[in-house]
C-alpha cells in the first residue's frame, strides 16, 4: 500500500474546507431548481419569438391579398375560409396574445434570474472558489 504525502497547498486547502450546512444545500438544490426553470422558460420564449416572427410574415402576406379574397386560416387542426378582414382581425389577436405572453414569460425569467442571483451572493460568501454556479 503506497502512501501519498499531502503538498502545502493540498494541506491548506483541506483545512479551509467550510462544512456544507443542511440550508446551504438546500439553497444549492433551489438554485439548480431555478437553473431548469430558467432553460425551460428561455425555451418556451424562443417558441414565442419564432411564433410572432410567422405571424409577422403572415400579416405582411395578408397585405398584398385582395380584399374580396377568402382566406383560409386554420384554427386547431382544420382550415376555414373566411374574409379577409376577418383574417386580419383574427391575426391581430393572436399576435396580441403572443405579445401578452411573450411579455409574462420575460417577467418570469427576470424574476428567476434575480433569485439565483441572490442565491449565487449568498452561497459564494460562505464558500468561496469551492463553489462553481456559472450557468
Do not use: C, W
Not at 4 to 16: H, I, N, P, V, W
Not at 25 to 45: G, M, P, T, V, Y
Not at 103 to 126: C, N
Request: proline share 1%.
Amino acid at each position: 500500500m503506497q502512501r501519498r504525502m499531502l503538498s502545502k497547498e493540498d494541506e491548506q486547502a483541506a483545512g479551509d474546507e467550510v462544512e456544507v450546512r443542511r440550508e446551504d444545500q438546500d439553497k444549492i438544490n433551489k438554485f439548480s431548481r431555478l437553473h431548469q426553470r430558467e432553460l425551460a422558460i428561455e425555451e418556451e420564449l424562443r417558441v414565442k419569438n419564432k411564433e410572432k416572427e410567422e405571424l409577422d410574415d403572415l400579416s405582411t402576406e395578408l397585405e398584398l391579398a385582395d380584399e374580396d379574397e377568402k382566406i383560409q386560416y386554420k384554427i386547431g387542426d382544420t382550415f376555414f375560409h373566411i374574409p379577409l378582414e376577418q383574417a386580419q382581425e383574427m391575426l391581430e389577436e393572436a399576435t396580441t396574445k403572443i405579445d401578452d405572453d411573450t411579455s409574462k414569460l420575460e417577467d418570469r425569467i427576470s424574476t428567476v434570474r434575480e433569485d439565483m442571483q441572490q442565491l449565487k451572493v449568498e452561497l459564494y460568501a460562505r464558500f468561496g472558489k469551492q463553489i462553481n454556479l456559472e450557468t
